[in-house]
């Protein structure tokens, strides 16, 4: 017989709160600032990301020599960008914070896992409310950031949990394949990149569309699947 839920897992960006189109505003400003102009299709690419997996693609996009000090530099570049867009507050998806709120409420724990490092983390917690997650785990905390496991399977060991008990959710092809990848099973709340099905993934249009006890069902569903 499978565990109940146990915990849930958020993703950040695209997920908790729209702060995609904030990076869009960064990426677009870094490969300007590059002299280069960047399409949709590389947009599409680099959602969800690592910062240097994120980095490769532009500097492959662009015809840069990948070196390793100047690929660096740009991320250090971007982020410092990025984070002045976060400091003007980050608005909330719609359904995250009440969903947020009805796992607190339930003492449900819940964990921060992104592709976003440390120091904008923490900006970008200071507009969501830290109080909300038992563990955070960054990109830059873990040997690999999403699409690789690590980041899921960090939050599911500090948690004192195994991967199959918690419920992960994302936005994103490439955090989706994280968490599927680590164990879990995933809720897939589609922003502006569609997310192909898996019998490991379940999607809704909104995270309005759920609440606790539809976690509980979902994550049920799911276990059952793939038991």
Known sequence: M??????????????????????????????????????????????GG?????????????????????????????????????????????????LLDALLADDVPMALVTNTRRDLTEKALESIGRHYFSVTVCADEVPHGKPAP????????????APAQCLAIEDSITGTTAAEAAGCPVVVVPNDIAVPTSPRRHLVSSLQDVDVAVLRDIHSGLATEVA
């Not at 690929?71 to 400091?87: K, N, P, Q, R, T």
């Not at 690590?150 to 949990?161: E, M």
């Open 2 to 47: 499978h565990s109940p839920l146990r915990a849930v897992l958020f993703d950040m960006d695209g997920t908790l709160v729209d702060s995609e189109k904030l990076w869009d505003v960064g990426m677009h400003a870094l490969y300007a600032q590059m002299g280069g102009v960047m399409s949709e299709e590389s947009r599409a690419a680099t959602v």
């Open 150 to 161: 690590d980041p899921y399977r960090r939050a599911a060991q500090l948690l004192g949990l």
């Open 50 to 98: 690592s910062a240097e997996s994120v980095m490769v693609h532009t500097y492959r996009d662009l015809g840069r020599e990948p070196d390793p000090a100047a690929m660096a530099a740009s991320i250090d570049w971007l982020h410092v960008y990025v984070g002045e867009l976060f400091e003007g507050g980050l608005p909330w998806c719609a359904g995250a914070r009440e």
